[in-house]
């Protein structure tokens, strides 16, 4: 499956893509201006960049491959897979429990390994027990997500290890995109103990570095020596570089945005709860939110008046469901108040 881009209307309130909804901070506008010619002729340096990286995420640099976009990393971990099978001279099978980023089947079958699937729990409670059963001598990489896409859901206490244990051939590929908004992460000593584990961020979603692509992933030295080989030498970009390091730079913004988020998703679950939709209390940027049988009709009617969301209608588990980017509450405010004429008729 190729991973379907939804569409974009120009101009049109973006909140289908967990993106940051204000826009990236405004130092990382000021040092792009300043880039110089050179910096668009030279092949760029890691070196700095990546220490600073570490910084932020409390790690030494040699635990640290930055990467174009978090998708780039996500990608070598599946190409790390078939490389490694294929020496062995055995299948590669991929485990993606539902619902998840589409982009894990993408890149998996992209390599042509096998996706196996495991179907959500009620209540998107976390299928470990499904996860554990699907493991087999095959399994080559376990991509997790912690909190989920799209649901907002958290990964328990001593999961993430349990599965690196049952799985000592495997890389369990822990998707930490919203871990700004989360709070939490598997980063530190879990990393030491399991070596099988990687943990996957991205500067797209509190930073607001999407559209430049920038990502990383964390790891034991080892493990990570087993894919740097699969990454070109040049990867990231002199401009990503640029504004990657301006956005440490103002932890700030981040945390502002954070905030805005969290306002943001308080206002959908009391929203939610007055019109008496089902929703998921979340850890990330967005909310899924159970408005039936009107969902593809709900999005539609939003986008005709210029708001995207992103209906999950789709995606094993989430019948009738819309997930909503909660990120400026003003943005979010707007959504609320549009879905809200349009499902009127069925809420009164």
């Given amino acids: ?15 289908h893509f967990n993106e940051n909804t204000a826009g990236c901070s405004p130092a990382v506008l000021a040092a792009l201006r300043d880039m110089t010619r050179a910096d668009a002729a030279f092949y760029p340096e890691y070196g700095d960049i990546t220490a600073r990286t570490a910084r932020w995420l409390g790690v030494e640099p040699e635990r640290v491959l930055l990467t174009n976009g978090l998708d780039e990393g996500l ?6 897979a078939v490389w ?13 429990p539902e619902p998840a980023f589409e982009m894990y089947a993408a890149c998996a079958e992209a390599v042509r390994a096998t996706v196996v699937r495991v179907m959500p729990q009620p209540e998107f409670a976390f299928a470990l027990d499904g996860i554990l059963a699907a493991i087999t001598s095959a399994t080559r990489v376990i991509y997790l997500t912690d909190p989920n896409n799209p649901t907002g859901r958290p990964i328990p206490a001593g999961a ?30 879990l990393l030491d103990r ?5 943990i996957g961020r991205t500067f797209a979603k509190g930073h607001g570095l999407a559209a430049l692509r920038v990502g990383a992933l964390v790891a034991h030295p080892d493990t990570l020596a087993r894919i740097r080989p699969l990454q070109p030498p040049y990867s ?5 570089i640029t504004a990657l390091g301006a956005a440490l730079g103002d932890r700030a913004y981040v945390e502002w945005y954070v905030a805005q988020s969290a ?6 679950y009391a929203w939610a709860d007055r019109l008496g939709l089902a929703y998921w209390p979340s850890e990330a940027n967005f909310v899924l939110v159970r408005v039936g049988d009107r969902a593809i009709e709900a999005a539609a009617a939003l986008a005709a008046r ?22 400026v509450v003003e943005h979010t405010d707007r959504c609320l108040e549009a879905l809200e004429e349009f499902l009127a008729p069925r809420t009164n």
């Fill in 306 to 327: 210029g708001i995207l969301v992103r209906d999950k209608s789709s995606a094993p588990g989430c019948a009738g469901c819309l997930r909503i980017t909660s990120g």
């Fill in 236 to 240: 990231l970009n002199a401009w990503a």
């Fill in 1 to 15: 499956m190729a991973y379907q881009r939804p569409e974009v209307t120009s101009g049109a309130l973006r909140l």
């Fill in 75 to 80: 990608h070598l971990v599946a190409q790390w």
């Fill in 263 to 268: 306002e943001s998703r308080a206002r959908v």
């Fill in 194 to 198: 399991t070596r099988n584990v990687i």
């Fill in 160 to 189: 993430i290890e349990r599965i690196a244990m049952a799985a000592p051939r495997a890389i369990v590929l822990v998707d930490e995109a919203y871990a700004d908004f989360s709070g939490r992460t598997a980063i530190g000593p």
């Fill in 84 to 96: 490694h099978s294929a020496e062995h001279g055995a299948p590669a099978e991929v485990i993606v």
